[in-house]
């Protein structure tokens, strides 16, 4: 029973990828264990008996943690199954508080809160920047600056509106340095005074 091979096999919202060589099992009794690819997305590694036990491991932690948003969240008829509907589900929740912060949810139906969402997910741009922020959690310690931030295309101040189309992401930094500029005007600004930056939009799609 301990020395079998459970790779490939599906354990609630958790498949098993590989048993953990025995020279990196940093566990006191060096017990099989197993890096898990959760359906979220997350990696976890989780120990043999707990994968087959009587008390399984379902899921990274996701599960009790959609419970949570499903009780918290404050938008009327989401269900577990739209969450777990999701390959990255902390991109997923990254996505919820930016439209909450910036959009506001209390006004909005459901259709137009999913609408958002499935077209900000899929969304190039915010795909780049989101990996781009991710990338550089990694490696540096001014991070924040590339958090993806959204921003109206034509400001709020000057009439933009909230509709999808006026909306995208760009980095915390290029949002600020863009202030109540149009795109159009913050790019002939960027332009005209020759301004760089590896946080701005244009080199990170271009890195990509
Ligand atoms: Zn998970």
Avoid at 52 to 67: D, F, I, N, Y
Avoid at 69 to 81: M, P, Q
């Amino acid at each position: 029973m301990t020395g079998i091979d459970i790779t490939g096999q599906r354990f609630g919202r958790l498949v098993a990828v590989e048993l953990i060589p025995k020279e990196e099992r940093t566990w006191s009794n060096k017990e099989r264990a197993w890096r898990c690819k959760c359906d979220c997305g997350n990696e976890v590694i989780v120990r043999q008996r707990s994968l087959r036990g009587a008390r399984m491991t379902q899921s990274c932690g996701c599960v009790r943690k959609m419970e949570a948003f499903l009780a918290t969240n404050g938008v009327k008829g989401l269900d577990r199954e739209y969450l777990e509907g999701f390959d990255d589900f902390n991109k997923f929740l990254f996505l919820h508080k930016a439209i909450r912060a910036t959009i506001g949810i209390e006004l909005m139906s459901l259709e137009e809160y999913k609408d958002y969402i499935s077209y900000f997910y899929n969304d190039f741009q915010f795909n780049a920047v989101y990996n781009f922020w991710k990338k550089q959690e990694r490696t540096n310690t001014f991070y924040d600056w590339a958090k993806p931030s959204l921003d109206h295309i034509i400001p709020w101040s000057r009439g933009g509106k909230h509709n999808k189309e006026n909306l995208h992401f760009l980095t915390v930094f290029e949002n600020l340095a863009k202030r109540d500029m149009t795109m159009e005007e913050w790019t002939e600004f960027k332009r005209t005074t020759t301004t760089m930056s590896d946080y701005f939009i244009e080199q990170i799609m271009e890195v990509m």
